[in-house]
């Protein structure tokens, strides 16, 4: 599908007479919740592991992916083989094929949050599902220095999945890394401290030092420490700027395209929305227009570089009916839903947000929803666990395809289906993609059943604001709206 992000190359600042130094200083408004490629699910973790670790190959501001790990890679029908060149640990030892067989198979064996990005891979899904044996898994090492990888099927994008995350080389040990830096000091909730990678294969590239990070919770906090020089960038989901703050800061702010989103999900396994109605009812009530200025109104499921389809408008009469179909169905009354809480991560934008859609819902429908904050992990484990009714939540796509959103509403089980919502005729577009010469057709319908279904309901795609100082002269910044900070200059 064509990709219609531009190159997101930023140069920012302006040159000083000041000495450099060579400590870049960021902010995380939570502290990541693991180091480990294998575990990483949320955006500050894959960020912070994506510093420390390197893939088979790594994404480029372009959108694009470049050899890293591999020095070339052969590419014939379904298999993919990928040379390693010679590169090492940071404890000396050498990075070799049989550490990535390993890692993938580890993730595929789960359980884990991204095993599905491996589902292109020969007999992954049907060994993640325990249909299978991990040793019939298309991925083996020939020897040291040669990774072999088959597909069930031509799959156009699993060349640049090798540059997210989870398909990077853990070690055996957590103390080593293989990336362009390495932890020299961690305090949990306060700060990261790295410093580069002597033994990194390519750290005549990487122009940095140092880099600190500040846990720094309240987006006010964060700004104010920006203002007195203490951080030189924040922002996108890494540290948001304070909502009210963005239109005073006028033409100092800077924006990211992003191939993200926040969402509104149901719990369809969960009264009472299971039923399909009143799901529809508090998807068309919201009036989008109201929500978040600096971001884009949500009219698709996926984001405008993915879809052009327009299903989320608002409909305040059309709402009341659904809500009245959905009460008679379930043979319920108004106030029995004043019982319900909405969840929200515990940042100044969410409780924002949260707030309005509470405000929409309670003008409408007459009944005021409650409201519950949480920390980043415990609202993680509500989502994946299904303990709950109805939250706010926000996905960012793995890679550039509609599926890696999509796919993950294949099977009620998948842990990032917050929803637990399944569809046979869902399942059956999905299947018959990626095996036709219709595929962006195919995906298209599935988006539209989704849609239909509205087991969740988009509230915005992310247009990211940040704020960069003078000592940056160059930053750098993925499609999908990952920071590359190894890439990242100084003035």
């Known amino acids: 599908m064509k990709v219609f992000f531009l190159c997101l190359l930023l140069l920012t600042g302006c040159r000083t007479a000041q000495k450099p130094n060579s400590q870049l200083n960021l902010a995380f408004n939570t502290h990541p919740t693991t180091t480990d490629p294998r575990k990483a699910a949320d ?33 014939k029908d379904n298999f993919y083989v990928f040379h390693l060149r010679n590169a090492y640990w940071s404890d000396g030892n050498p990075i070799t ?7 993938w198979k580890e993730i595929i064996g789960g359980p884990s949050p991204c095993a599905f990005l491996f589902y292109s891979i020969k007999n992954a899904e049907k060994c993640a599902r325990g249909e299978g044996g ?19 099927r031509p799959t156009p994008y699993f060349y640049s999945l090798t540059a997210f995350p989870s398909f990077l080389a853990a070690p055996k040990e957590q103390e080593i890394v293989n990336g362009p830096y390495r932890i020299e000091k961690i305090v949990h909730n306060s700060e990261i401290v790295l410093k580069k990678n002597e033994r990194f294969w390519n750290r005549e590239n990487i122009h940095i030092d140092q880099i600190h990070i500040s846990i720094v919770p309240d987006e006010m906090t964060a700004l104010q420490m920006f203002e007195r020089g203490d951080l030189d960038w924040i922002g ?12 005073k800061l006028g033409d100092q702010i800077q924006y990211i395209p992003s191939a993200a989103s926040t969402i509104c999900t149901f719990n369809t396994q969960q009264f009472p929305f299971q039923n399909k109605n009143l799901r529809k009812a508090f998807s068309l009530s919201i009036n989008r227009n109201e929500i978040e200025e600096a ?9 405008p570089v993915f879809s052009c389809q327009s299903f989320y408008l608002h409909d305040p009469e059309g709402a009341v009916l659904y809500f009245e179909k959905g009460l008679q169905e379930l043979g319920i009354e108004r106030q029995d ?40 992990k415990t609202h993680a484990q509500k989502l994946q666990t299904k ?65 239909d279904e509205a087991p969740i309901t988009p509230i915005y795609h992310w247009s990211s604001p940040f704020l960069c100082s003078p000592r940056i002269k160059r930053m750098a910044a993925s499609p999908c709206g990952g920071i590359l900070f190894e ?5």
């Open 134 to 152: 991990i040793e019939d898994v298309g991925v083996r090492a020939r020897d040291a220095r040669t990774l072999v990888v088959e597909l069930e």
């Open 43 to 75: 955006f500050i973790s894959s960020t912070l592991v994506c510093m420390i670790y390197e893939g088979l190959t790594r994404c480029v501001p372009g959108g694009s992916v470049e050899l890293a790990l591999a020095e070339r890679v052969e590419i």
């Open 236 to 247: 996108a989901s890494l540290s948001p700027l304070p909502p009210d703050a963005i239109e």
């Open 295 to 303: 971001q884009i109104p949500a009219r698709s499921i996926l984001p």
């Open 337 to 376: 839903l004043e019982k319900l809480t909405l969840y929200f991560r515990s940042t100044q934008t969410e409780k924002r947000l949260a707030q309005t859609l509470q405000k929409q819902w309670k003008e409408l429908f007459g009944i005021t929803i409650q409201l519950a904050q949480l920390d980043f």
């Open 487 to 491: 890439r990242f200059e100084l003035n």
């Open 97 to 103: 094929a049989f550490d990535f067989e390993r890692s």
């Open 387 to 451: 303990d709950y009714q109805i939250s706010l939540a926000s996905w960012i796509a793995q890679f550039e395809d509609p599926i890696s959103i999509l796919d993950r509403f294949k099977h009620s089980d998948h842990l990032k289906n917050y929803a637990g919502w399944e569809n046979k005729a869902y399942i059956a577009c999905l299947a018959a993609s990626s095996i036709s010469d219709n595929r962006i057709k195919l995906l298209a319908e599935a988006e539209s059943i989704l849609s």
